[in-house]
């Protein structure tokens, strides 16, 4: 038996491929391992999210005097009827008080009291 010369291309594609499985699932997991993602400085005391959020619109227009609707509320935020209704349901458990009132064409309106 002869030994044949290999080509540049040959030896460069063995010395890459994985000697094991188990080199091969390392390798692959290096390769695909997440890169840490800038963090936004905040101040010691700041409680606010680092953005708006829109159940902090909903609050926001919950507090005007006259409150809102569910057709504000479902405008303001791109949501559905019942999303918005579970939005002030969650509100309710987390403690804020909620009042809602019936004006006398039967459209029902929302505000936060206290």
Do not use: F
Not at 14 to 37: C, F, I, M
């Amino acid at each position: 038996m002869t030994k044949t010369k290999r080509s540049n291309k040959d030896a460069a594609k063995a010395a890459v491929k994985p000697r094991t499985k188990a080199h091969a699932l390392r390798d692959r997991s290096e390769r695909t391992r997440a890169r840490p993602t800038a963090v936004i400085a905040k101040k010691k005391n700041d409680t606010r999210p680092a953005r708006p959020t829109k159940l902090a619109g909903v609050i926001d227009l919950l507090k005007k005097p006259d409150g809102a609707t569910i057709e504000v509320l479902m405008k303001a935020t791109g949501w559905q009827a019942h999303s918005v209704r579970a939005a002030l349901t969650g509100l309710r458990k987390k403690g804020r008080a909620i009042e809602c009132s019936k004006s006398e064409s039967g459209i029902t309106c929302y505000r936060i009291t206290g």
